[in-house]
C-alpha cells in the first residue's frame, strides 16, 4: 500500500525557479533566448484598446440620423481632440446653428445611420511585462510571451494581497513571534520587503502602505482584518489584483501565528538583497502560491526533509470554513468517513488548539519540518 503525501509549502536556500511571463493579449517579445534579464527589464509589450465614448450626433443636432453624415466637417477615421467639433448644423432661416464637440482625444471610429450615434475610441493603453526575476530567457512564446529560469532561495506563503514587487529584504522582528506593530515600522522601511515574525497588525500593515512600505512578510494575520484593510471581503480562492501599495504575504496561517523557524532563518540569511515578492493567491485548480523569490545561488540545494502525513505531524487547513488554521494530527482513520456533503472520503483527525476536527485529507498539508 502507498502512502500518502499531503504536500506543504516550498521553504529552500536554492531551487531552479520557472517563471512564465504572458502578455494579456497577442503583441511583441523583445528579448531573444539565452538573454540575460534582470527583475525590471521589460521582456514583451502590447497595447490595448483604447475604451469606446459614444454620442448621439443626431440627438444634439435635432437632425434624422441618415441625414448626420452631411453634417461632418470630421472624416470617420479621423484622429480628434478633446472638445475639436466634429458635426455642425444651421438652424432655421440659417439663425441658429447646433454643433458637436468630440468627447474624448481620440479616433472617430464610426457613424451609424441608423441611429445617428458617433463610435469614439480613446488611445491604446501601452502594456509591459518585466521579468520579474534576474535570470535567463529558457523558451520565447512568439507574440505571447517568454519563460525565464533561475536559481534561488524560495519562500512560498499560505496567502498573500496585491502583486508584485521587487525591492532589498529588510528584518524588523527580533524573534519569530514577534507581533508587527506601527512602532516598528519607518521611513526607513520606504520601498523594502519587510520581514516580520509572528501575526501583523491591521494597524501596522496600514502604516505600511502610508510609508509606501514595498511588502510585508509575516507569520500570521487576522482573517477578519483582511475586509478591514480592503473595504470588502476577498475569498481565499483568487487574490493578487487588490489596489495595495504594500505586498501582503502570510507564511504560515490566519490567527496569531509564529513564523516557521526554516522560515525566519531563512529570511533573516537573506536580508539586505534584492527579492521578487508577489500576493497573488489560489487556492484551487491550477494552485498558485504568494512567494519571496531570491535570485542568486545561495546553497548547494539539499531537498528538504519530507514527512509523510503522520500522527503527530503539523499540519494546516486549506480549505474553509478552517482555512489557514494549524494544528497536529492525532490519528488517521482507515476507514471512509462520510461529509456532510454525504460524500466518502479518507479523513484525518487534527487538533487545532485543543478543538478536535474530522477533515479530509485533501484539506490539509503538511508544514514541513
Known sequence: MGDAYTPGLTVTRSALVKKYRR????????VEVGAQVKAADVVARTELPGNVVLTNVASKLGVMADEVEQKLIVAVGAVVKKGEVIARAKGLFGLFSSQVEAPVEGTFEALSSVTGMAIFREPPRPVEVTAYVDGTVVE?????????????????????LAGERQAPIMMVAKSREHVLEPADLSEAHRGKVVIGGGRASLAALRRAVEL???????GGFAYQDVRELLGYDVGVAVTGNEELATTLI?????????????????????????ASVNGATQIRAGVI????????????????????????????????PHFGKIGTVISLPVELAVMPTETKARVVEVDLGGEILILPRANVEVIER
Open 23 to 30: 502578455l494579456p493579449l497577442e503583441g511583441t517579445v523583445v
Open 289 to 320: 502560491r504568494p512567494e519571496i523569490v531570491v535570485p542568486g545561488a545561495f546553497g548547494t540545494g539539499e531537498p528538504l526533509a519530507v514527512h509523510g502525513l503522520e500522527v503527530g505531524a503539523p499540519v494546516r487547513a486549506i480549505r474553509a
Open 140 to 160: 520565447v512564446m512568439a507574440g505571447e510571451g517568454v519563460v525565464i529560469e533561475t536559481r534561488a532561495a524560495l519562500v512560498q506563503g499560505i496567502f498573500g
Open 250 to 274: 502570510v507564511t504560515e496561517g490566519f490567527g496569531d501565528i509564529a513564523m516557521a523557524r526554516a522560515t525566519f532563518e531563512l529570511l533573516q540569511s537573506l536580508e539586505g538583497k534584492l
Open 212 to 218: 509606501e512600505v514595498a511588502a510585508i512578510v509575516c
